[in-house]
């Protein structure tokens, strides 16, 4: 029997602006999947990151299943009414489309599947972020399955050492899908020349080379590609199977400590540091820092176990610190250079109406030297 993992996020409205959604709000969620599963689901599992709520499901169903993604769309519109009861900020926002259409890719909320044949002792982690995009994991799932000074089980196991192939997505392309398969190691400075660029290369899945089988998946849609506009981070969500043939947890969890710079942060137009969170942690400083938090979980016959909050241990504390400094460093340059995203991807459109305002302001230099400039 293979087994399915599904998980759904979507930001559906918080408190007190981009924070944490209400406990009534996700307790809508909750409700609606408890009374409508029936049949559909082996376990479920829901917590929130920043003000986005996320549905684990497993499931039997396959990928891009209907059922599992109307049962997903409808627990969100039912939430997202309970944000709009409480005046919520932003309430249902990332619903960017009025009906279900079969699947809710191109709908609003974050996808991240993958289906599989159970291990002996199945292990995985859900990922979850907030105020950034899904190329925030580019630098993490590079250094877990193609680099050694991170990962030491790719040359110390005879099966990880065949390598990893990684699918690769160009997210500028509306029209369709435009993806590209490349193998570490052969392929590494051609995967690093794609991935240096996060806001438009950005990992959809890895494969092991030795066994054929997936074992990352990662939400990549982009927002502002499906609404036109600005409405919020992507905030992606991601699945990663881990031990035996694919990296320990440990290796997967090691990247996170840089606290690499992502775009993200306040109006989704900033580069800040990525900081590791405990479970159902909000969001505060400058609309983030961007945050990732961490679920571990073993499955057995579609059943979950209780989530392990992996960025909840102490190391992790030290991290959060120097991620915190990170931050504020990046910010006392305000809105000069690198510290904020470049023009193409900036998600509000005010600084482009008043660059092209000004254009027509702009004036050749008279050719006569020394002679006062006059005013705009």
Known sequence: MKTTLSVIKADIGSIGGHVAPSQRAQRAVEDYIRDHTGDLLLDRYIAHTGDDIAILMSHTRGVADPSIHQLAWEAFRVAAEEARSEGLYGAGQDLLKDAFSGNVRGLGPAVAEMEFEERRSEAFLLFAADKTDPGAYNLPLYLAFADPMNTPGLILSPRMTKGFRFVIMDVAATAEDRLL???APEDLYLIAALLRDPERYVVESVWSRAGGE???????SRLHNIAGRYTGKDDPVMLVRVQMDFPAAGEILAPYAIGHFV???????HQMPLMPVALNTGISYFDGPPIVSCAGFSLHQG????AVDDFSQPFWNTVRDRVAAKAMEMRRQGFVGAAMLPMSELEYTGIAEILAALQKRFHARPPAAGTLPRAA
């Not at 997936?214 to 990549?220: N, Y």
Request: charged letters at 25%.
């Open 263 to 269: 775009g993200g942060g306040m109006r989704g137009s």
């Open 181 to 183: 398969e490349l193998d």
């Open 303 to 306: 059943r979950l176990t209780e």
């Open 214 to 220: 997936q074992t990352v998946a990662v939400a990549t």
